[in-house]
């Protein structure tokens, strides 16, 4: 390509150097020439006058557009002074006498380069270089749409001067100028007429002058027909009242003038015989050559003709006989294979007979088959077997019914068979395998699925018998009076034992049964593998029939999910019967215990398990079954503790009781974690109504401990009723774990449980209601503090509880309320003690003596809530207490001392209330209710800071 490249731009600069010779050989002077002597855009185009020149640019370089014309007379063929524009005849006349002839200046057409070409519109607006611009619809489309970039040379390719192509030029010269006199000589012999006699003329200017009209140059000229004759003889028959004279001086011209036309033609047919004689001379000369290589041609095509003709006779005919008799003998064997085919197929009713008496039903429907295509592909149209596809169509249509009857009753004979007590049912167990494999088979081979859902029914039914049977043998052991329905389902007045031995006896039969139709499903579900062409034959343990796969992929996949779904339903309906059993309306009128509802569990987890192992998939009825059960366990279970622990805390004194041995046993179990063993306690040990301190007096019948150490560190005195409530706390504990599935039923009632005690509790004590229901005079610090301890001990046990039972919903919400609670009973302790110090404290004046009798009661009332709480409460606790005490304490001084206007000045009354404060300090550390760090003398200087 760039070699073409190349050659093409040294040809275009050759052209251009020849161009600018031409111009220059015309003289020094012929840049100032008229420009119509010389075309700009045709090569070697001289021109002796201005009507050439025109007549040039009117065939050359002007086109013609319906009736207007198009000057083309300029670089790239547009005119820059009439561009595109068409005009009228004299309009481009003027144009061409005005720019083109009467032009005085000329100057060489711009020379044209590979660097010229201008883009196309699409190019320029797509250009992603160029980005949007603010002219685009202000330009006129054309070469100077885009600006012009100089690009420069590329450095690769060498200069190329006009001397190198100096040697060129002097080699051709002279073929050139020989080649210009030839061109003017045959352009002289073109111009110069010919007579008829071969005589240049000097007058055949007014013989061209006077064109042949384009009517007579027509391959068929047609006078009878009107516009014809009209152009032919034009205003000949136009005045019909012209006088004879007339039309004879109009004839005799037309005839001339058609005389002068056909001189016209004459002449120039002599112009061109005299150019195309030697070419006629030449012809005339070859046809006797011609003719010669013509008779040459004939002979050799009758020699070809007859050799044809003797191969025809000698070996044609006969190889075309031996190839009929060939044909013949085809037919005749095609002939003896029909009848034997025809004879094959009148056996097939005897052999159908013989195949259905042997079970093989697939080779039975495959026979039918063939013959049936063999019937419509090979012998159709035998007048004789007319009748026979019809006959097998109603045989196909009886062993479709006989397999569909066949199963029916094998399906109703192995899902009936005796259950033997002790008996487990395997793969293995199913009778007559290879009767169902063969009756299976022929089944997919008419592709009747339908089998699938007649054997769940039937699996359905007969799981009904079983419990309708069962539920029979059971209420003839007793003397019951019933009246079953059709499926048994009526509520019975059975008692629990016999509801979990009726649950018994029909898990275990109904996991035989499932057992049975799973080996079923097996056999199936191996056959159609084997009917799909699957797997092999040895990987099956039932003996298949060997034919070959003629289930798709598709319809296989379809019974695969048919017969899983079947086992999965089966599964379903006997989860749904066993929970009519465990039904609200089967164990209303039954109390289930902890025991009972276990033994429950333990029956609904192993049949659930037999059905998961058959099916894979786990049934929900049964299960949910068992979680009402078990949900209207843990509500009466919950109301029991949560009636019996009102009951409690509506008798309790709020005294500090002794702890048997046998609570310290169950909160240290508690905080390790065990529940497992089961403690009953005689809460009549229990003294609800004892007093404080060793277990004096009120019916405590058992040595115990004064408080109970958790973690063998931490001592609490308690109630009687925080006692009971853990011992609840252990039995709820004790109770999820022997049965997780009331975990998460126990874990909610134990929050109720918890926030039942602390509201109530709250109500007693805080709210005085202890007084109206227990006969309390009036509600202690001391029964405060041991509310409180209460309180934090199940706060202490609350994380274990939850860690038990993984889950507790609103266990943030009932630790919250507990320490609300128990700071609430702080806040009445210190309000009491602090309302009494205030009241002191209003009445006080700083005057002797010393300690002041105010001072002197608000130490005894001090010394009493430390008599009251000390057992009680952790010393943290106390000290927290008399913290908050000591504060308004302070304050209250602060405000009677500003009342009083006494004043740090070490004046009289500023030593007695130094005297008060030191006698108040002494007293709590006499108690200790304040950390070491806080019983200073530090109150004599904080007091006086306001």
């Known amino acids: 390509m760039a070699a073409a490249t190349t050659t093409t731009a040294t040809k275009t600069t050759l052209d251009n150097e020849e161009r600018k010779q031409f111009v220059t050989s015309n003289g020094n002077n012929s840049i100032n020439a008229p420009s119509w002597q010389s075309c700009y855009y045709c090569t070697r185009e001289n021109f002796k006058n201005i009507g050439e020149f025109v007549t040039h640019l009117r065939n050359r370089h002007c086109t013609r557009e319906g009736g207007s014309f198009v000057c083309r007379y300029g670089f790239n063929g547009v005119c ?187 002449v120039r047919i002599a112009q061109q015989v005299s150019q195309k004689s030697a070419a006629f001379f030449h012809a005339m000369t070859t046809q006797h050559a011609i003719l010669a290589e013509m008779q040459e041609a004939a002979e050799q095509v009758r020699q070809l003709r007859s050799a044809l003709a003797q191969l025809h006779g000698s070996a044609v005919v006969d190889s075309f006989r031996v190839m009929r008799f060939a044909q013949r003998r085809q037919h005749y064997v095609t002939t003896l294979d029909k009848l034997r085919l025809m004879a094959t197929v009148h056996k097939t009713q005897p052999m159908l007979q013989l195949l259905l008496g042997t079970q093989d039903y697939v080779a039975a429907l495959d026979l039918i088959s063939t013959t049936q295509e063999i019937l419509a592909a090979e012998l159709l149209g035998v007048h004789c077997f007319k009748h026979l596809p019809m006959q097998l169509g109603e045989m196909e249509k009886l062993i479709d019914k006989m397999l569909t009857t066949e199963f029916e009753r094998y399906a109703a004979t192995d899902l009936n068979r005796p259950l033997l007590d002790g008996q487990l049912e395997t793969d293995s167990v199913c009778a007559e395998e290879d009767k169902l494999v063969a009756i299976v088979m022929g089944l997919l081979r008419k592709q009747n699925f339908s089998f699938v859902q007649s054997y769940q029914q039937e699996a359905i039914a007969t799981i009904r018998a079983i419990i309708k049977q069962l539920l029979i043998e059971l209420l003839s052991r007793g003397d019951h009076e019933l009246c079953l329905t059709g499926a048994g389902e009526q509520s019975l007045e059975l008692t629990l ?163 048997p041995q046998e609570f310290q046993r169950i909160i240290d179990r508690m905080t390790a974690g065990d529940y497992a063993k089961q403690a009953p306690l005689d809460t009549n040990h229990l003294s609800l109504n004892g007093n404080g301190g060793g277990g004096g007096g009120g019916g405590v019948g058992v040595i115990g401990n004064p408080v109970l150490l958790v973690e063998g560190k931490q001592p609490f005195v308690l109630v009687s009723v925080a006692l009971l409530l853990i011992q609840m706390l252990y039995e709820y504990g004790g109770s999820a774990q022997r049965l997780p599935l009331l975990a998460s039923y126990h874990a909610r009632n134990v929050v109720d449980l918890l926030r039942c005690f602390n509201s109530r509790s709250c109500q007693l004590i805080i709210g005085a209601g202890a007084m109206r229901v227990a006969g309390l005079k009036t509600i202690t610090s001391t029964n405060l503090a041991l509310v409180s301890r209460a309180l934090q001990l199940v706060l202490y046990l609350l994380p274990r509880l939850r860690e038990h039972f993984e889950s507790m919903s609103g266990y943030e919400a009932i630790e919250r309320d507990y320490q609300g609670h128990i700071k609430e009973i702080e806040h009445k302790i210190h309000g009491i003690v602090s309302e009494r110090v205030t009241a002191q404290l ?105």
């Open 80 to 266: 820059a002074s009439l561009p595109l524009d068409g005009v009228s005849d004299r309009d481009y006349d003027a144009h061409v006498a005005k720019y083109h002839v009467n032009q005085l200046t000329r100057e060489l057409p711009p020379e044209w380069g590979v660097y010229s070409a201008a883009q196309n519109l699409p190019a320029v607006l797509n250009d992603p270089q160029r980005g949007k611009q603010s002219n685009l619809f202000t330009k006129k489309w054309g070469e100077h749409f885009v600006e012009r970039v100089h690009t420069p040379g590329n450095p690769r390719l060498p200069d190329i001067t006009h001397a190198d192509f100096a040697v060129y030029l002097g080699s051709i010269g002279k073929r050139y100028r020989w080649h210009e006199r030839r061109q003017q000589q045959q352009l002289q012999q073109q111009q110069t007429p010919i007579t008829a006699t071969g005589n240049p003329t000097t007058t055949p200017e007014h013989l061209s002058a006077v064109p042949v009209p384009e009517i007579f140059l027509k391959s068929q000229l047609q006078l009878h027909h009107a516009a014809t004759f009209a152009q032919v003889f034009p205003s000949y028959m136009q005045s019909e009242a012209s006088s004879k004279l007339e039309r004879q001086q109009t004839g005799r011209q037309l005839q001339e003038q058609l005389s002068h036309y056909l001189d016209i033609v004459e």
């Open 497 to 659: 034992t016999e509801w979990l031995a009726m649950l018994q006896r029909a898990s275990h039969a109904l996991g035989a049964v499932l057992e049975r139709i799973k080996a079923v499903v097996s056999i199936m579900q191996q056959t159609a593998d084997a009917a799909a062409g699957g797997s092999s034959p040895q990987e099956h343990t039932v003996n298949l029939i060997d034919s070959e796969a003629f289930l798709s992929a598709a319809h296989h996949e379809q019974l695969s999910a048919q017969l899983q779904q079947l086992l999965q339903a089966v599964c379903h309906y006997c989860h749904e019967r066993c929970a009519n059993i465990v039904s609200p309306q089967s164990l209303e009128r039954c109390a289930a215990s902890e025991q009972e509802l276990l033994q429950l569990s333990q029956i609904v987890e192993e049949f659930s398990e037999t059905t998961l192992s058959i099916c894979n998939a786990s049934s929900v009825p049964l299960q949910l079954a068992l979680k009402v059960q078990a949900s209207r366990y843990a509500q009466r279970f919950h109301a029991e503790h949560k009636q019996k622990l009102a009951l409690l805390l509506d008798q309790e004194r709020w005294r500090q009781v002794d702890i």
């Open 842 to 946: 209003e009445a006080w004046d700083a005057r002797p003596p010393i300690p002041s009798q105010t001072f002197r009661h608000i130490s005894r009332h001090l010394v009493k809530l430390h008599e009251a709480i000390a057992g009680v409460l952790p010393e943290m606790q106390i000290h927290e207490i008399y913290g908050v005490v000591h504060r308004n304490f302070k304050d209250k001084l602060r405000e009677q001392l500003l009342k009083l206007n006494i004043y740090n000045n070490g004046g009289p009354q500023h030593g007695v209330v130094t005297s008060e404060l030191t006698f108040y300090m002494e007293t709590l550390r006499t108690l200790k209710a304040l950390p070491p760090s806080q019983l200073d003398n530090g109150i004599l200087e904080h007091i006086w800071l306001y």
